[in-house]
């Protein structure tokens, strides 16, 4: 089932959100409509804040340590990316999938 309400997400991934949009001087009360609204609408945030969301449809976790593809895409961990990338194989690791950290402005 595929997660789209930030609700459905883990609580370390709402704090990390609220973290991010505290130290980008967010309003509490906007804050709080972006935890109950749908994640696409906090995607938009992703590069300024320094977060990715995971791509697997059933996680979409928000996080800022994680893996990233020669394709762009990004997973909060090897499991998700290997659920949704079928044919990696241990050699990609380093190759074309990435371990990564993101900053705000990244």
């Known amino acids: 089932m ?7 997400l883990t609580f370390n991934s709402r704090a990390l959100f609220e973290h ?7 309003k509490q009360d906007q804050i709080d409509e972006y935890l109950t609204g749908n994640i696409q609408e906090i995607a ?12 697997n449809p059933e996680c979409r976790e928000i996080f800022n340590e994680g893996f990233l593809t020669e394709d762009s895409d990004t997973f909060c ?3 998700c990316a290997e659920k949704i990338i ?14 990564t950290e993101w900053e705000p402005g990244s």
């Open 20 to 26: 991010q949009a505290i130290l980008f001087n967010l």
């Open 86 to 99: 079928y044919n990696i194989e241990e050699d990609d690791y380093g190759t074309y999938i990435f371990y």
């Open 44 to 55: 938009d945030f992703n590069i300024e804040f320094g977060f990715r969301i995971c791509e």
């Open 2 to 8: 595929m997660k789209t309400k930030v609700s459905e």
């Open 77 to 79: 961990s090897t499991a």
